[in-house]
Structures are given as structure tokens and as C-alpha cells.
């Protein structure tokens, strides 16, 4: 596991060279993404007390679905970290997803409990962040037929083209148009 005790960082920091599985990032049994491995190297340190800085650099690969033809494809995930990290006041409970008001602080620092910095969790928001919002295995991906499911990449279908979906109060001016329309 990656996970850090903030006592027992060093005043000169820690060092972190660690290959990554999907157990340790937090992506086993995950659908979406499927973690086939990586790397991470950098430097944790604290900057004032309580404070955690975290720099340096994540190497992994994943596979996702494209979201056209539905088959899995390779990502590589290459990201540069510069993060900072402060403890989660025990005041201050989670609130329910509806009742949380971010302001600009909190978008731009993470927070961690009970004395732990989970790195694992720190990569598995950075992979989730720089994965395409887009999930394309190519940019002409063909997708699947909407008529028989065939993939039409790999396999041709004789399939007619769907008809596009006639707008029912288009019809009067249509009518204006080609008078012999029925």
C-alpha cells in the first residue's frame, strides 16, 4: 500500500519510487477502468506542520471502452504532480455530495485523515483526471450498428441506414413545399 504517516516524514522529506498494481491505486474490480500497471516517483514533504506537498511524476496504463464501438483500448497515463495536501478537521464532517459548497481552496488542495496520506488514492484521482472526457479508440471509430450490434470496424453489415426521425410539426410546412406529400 502507499500510504504515508505524516510523524514519520522526515524534516528533508521522503523519497517515493514505487511500482503501482491496481490493488494499490484503489482500480481493482474497477469496470471502467482496467489498471494494467505503472510507476510512481517523487517527493512528499512537509511544508508547514501540517501542510504535505507531494511532486513528481506518474507513468501507468490503462485500458478503457471507447465509447462508440464499446472495446477496450490502451491509454497511457503520463502525469506531472504537484499537489498539497491538508488534514481533514474533525469538525468538519463530509457533508452529503448535494450539501458541499467548494470554494477555490478546496478544488485546489486535497485533504487527508487520521494522520495518513493515501498516495494510492492520490493516483487514482490523477489517472481518473488525465484519462479523455471523449473515450475515442480512434477518431474514425465506426461504433456498432444500431440495427444488428456488429462492430463496424472490423465486420461490414448489410443494414440500411436508420431514417432520420421526422419532426411531426415540420409536416404543415412541408405540405407548402410538395403539395403531393401525404
Known sequence: MLVIEIAQIPPEGRTVDAALDPAAVHLEGDDDIKFEGGHLRGHVEIVDETNIHVRGQLDGNVSVECGRCLERY?????????????????????????????????????????GKLDLGEVVREQIVLALPLKRLCREDCQGICPTCGRNRNTDRCACPAPEEPRDPRLEPPRKLVDPDRH
Not at 98 to 103: I, N, T
Open 74 to 114: 490502451p491509454v497511457a497515463v503520463t502525469q506531472e504532480l504537484d499537489l498539497f495536501y491538508l488534514p481533514r478537521l474533525e469538525n468538519r464532517p463530509e457533508e452529503e455530495e448535494e450539501d458541499v459548497e467548494l470554494d477555490d481552496h478546496d478544488v485546489v488542495v486535497g485533504y487527508y485523515e487520521e
